[in-house]
């Protein structure tokens, strides 16, 4: 069993920047797959980036690469996500997850346990 909470969301202004951090409780933190994920209102929940056991593999979506950084301290049982020149449209709640798989990991269904999520407004 894997309990994870986020924090770090916030309102922030467009081009600002916020880090979101999830803690995760367990044993075997440093052997699942973690992701970020985002829900707008009316929208389905869309992955933003994942990180594997290593750290050394990561995955990015489009509409984020260059701009927002995964990483994951192992020792911390903490996953962060460094979210730079933000915009507007990356308003969302964002939540992590955690998976036991590595296979198809930007799909929500592939993860196993999921935080309350953080709100991050950006403003225009």
């Known amino acids: 069993q894997v309990q994870l909470v986020e924090s770090g969301g916030g309102l922030v202004q467009a081009g600002g920047s916020l880090t979101l951090s999830c803690a995760a409780s367990?044993?075997?933190?440093?052997?699942?797959?973690m992701g970020w994920f985002r829900q707008a209102p009316g929208k389905e929940r869309d992955v933003v980036a994942t990180?594997?056991?290593?750290?050394?593999?990561?995955y990015y979506a489009d509409s984020v690469k260059g701009r927002f950084t995964i990483s994951r301290d192992n020792a911390k049982n903490t996953v962060y996500l460094q979210m730079n020149s933000l915009k507007p449209e990356d308003t969302a709640v964002y939540y992590c997850?955690?998976?036991?798989?590595?296979?198809?990991?930007?799909?929500?269904?592939?993860?196993?346990?999921w935080g309350q999520g953080t709100q991050v407004t950006v403003s225009s």
């Open positions: 990180i594997r056991w290593s750290g050394t593999r990561t």
């Open positions: 997850a955690a998976a036991r798989t590595d296979k198809s990991v930007i799909y929500p269904l592939k993860y196993d346990y």
């Open positions: 367990g044993r075997t933190f440093s052997s699942y797959v």
